[in-house]
């Protein structure tokens, strides 16, 4: 228990661990919170007019399609339409019809309708005739969040990985593990000093990650808690693995990079391509995907799949504790030989 308290106060102590802790968390808070707010003004026309160059009608007309402001003098106008955060389309009469000017860095959609808006005044009377049927405007981030929730979790719930593997680095550049080594703890203490803690820290941010961006019932939930646990375990498990073979701590670095690319890449890559079939088995061979594929399927309200995948992350615990048992057990037993 002593031992826990301290690896507890060691990971309290390290920035990192705290950052990798906090991250998935803050960023689901602001993923959530830009799906509340409301974008739909980024795609409405901005018009700058002259004062007394356009008459009341034609003013009317233009504000059917968006705002429009009139400016004092030609200098004001053009300073509007050259401001690089702004899509401000200049609108001036042309006889009986408009002549438009952009600055030219305005996105497509933009510059399209400063082209097509003189053409459409001039069909304007033909246009008021038409049937207009508004539809409903689409959530622009709600297919981002699909793919992108997911892919939080898992930083969460793998974020144990980052745990383990830090503080074994930093014991052996401290000098601890040489400490540890003549200590009387057994392999089975040692292996639960060293997983605890990472998979408590992991499994806490997945936790309260998956609080902020799903909102599931009680059976459903069940199931992501069973994911989150299990794949904190496999991630803790996996932490103590680079924390073995890691000889300093740039090493350690770049093997948790590896790890981490595998962990996101492989699940979204299956989940963009549509991954089935045998090349399925393969991938599950990451414990990152069917920890999310099984969020997916939560999320779609597929709990069969649900179920699967939390069987296998179950394999995956079993052969990653009992692979990392028999090498801490072969150690200890060398070391007693040894002596």
């Known amino acids: ?48 007019v002259l004062e007394n160059d356009l008459s009341p009608q034609t003013i009317t007309w233009l504000e059917r399609y968006g705002p429009v402001t009139a400016y004092g003098t030609q200098e004001e106008l ?42 459409l005044y001039e069909r304007r009377e033909a246009a008021a005739q038409a049937e207009i049927q508004t539809l409903e405007r689409p959530d622009i981030l709600e297919s981002v969040q ?71 019932s009680w059976q459903n939930f069940g199931l992501m808690l069973a994911l989150i646990v299990l794949s904190s375990f496999v991630a803790a498990l996996i932490g103590l693995f680079i ?34 079939g045998p090349l399925t088995v393969i991938c599950n061979i990451v414990p990152s995907q069917p920890a999310f594929d099984g969020i997916l399927a939560l999320s779609a309200g597929s709990m069969g799949t649900a179920v699967k995948d939390v069987g296998i992350l179950a394999i995956h615990c079993i052969a990653w504790f009992g692979l990392y048992v028999l090498l801490s057990v072969s150690d200890f037993c060398c070391l007693r030989v040894g002596h």
Do not use: W
């Open 243 to 276: 924390g073995r073979f890691s000889e300093g701590l740039m090493s350690g670095v770049v093997y948790i990079k590896i790890v981490m690319l595998l962990f996101l890449a492989i699940p979204l890559v299956c989940a963009l391509i549509g991954v089935s």
């Open 146 to 216: 699909g793919i992108f929730i997911p892919a939080i979790l898992i930083v969460a719930m793998f974020m144990g990985c980052t745990f383990n593997a830090m503080n074994i680095i930093s014991e052996k550049e401290d000098g601890v593990a040489f400490v540890n080594e003549i200590l009387p703890m057994t392999p089975s203490q040692y292996i639960l000093q060293k997983v605890v803690v990472g998979f408590l820290f992991g499994s806490l941010s997945s936790i309260v990650t998956a609080c902020i961006c799903f909102r599931l």
């Open 1 to 48: 228990m002593k031992g826990l308290k301290y690896q507890m106060k060691s990971v309290l102590r390290d920035k990192f661990c705290l950052m990798t802790f906090l991250l998935p968390i803050l960023v689901a808070v602001a993923l959530n919170f830009m799906g509340s707010i409301d974008m739909s003004s980024l795609g409405e026309l901005h018009f700058g």
């Open 78 to 119: 053009t300073d509007a339409i050259n401001e690089p955060s702004t899509n401000v389309i200049c609108v001036r009469a042309d006889g009986d019809s408009l002549k438009t000017a952009i600055s030219g860095d305005e996105l497509d959609i933009f510059q399209q309708a400063a082209v097509t808006l003189p053409a």
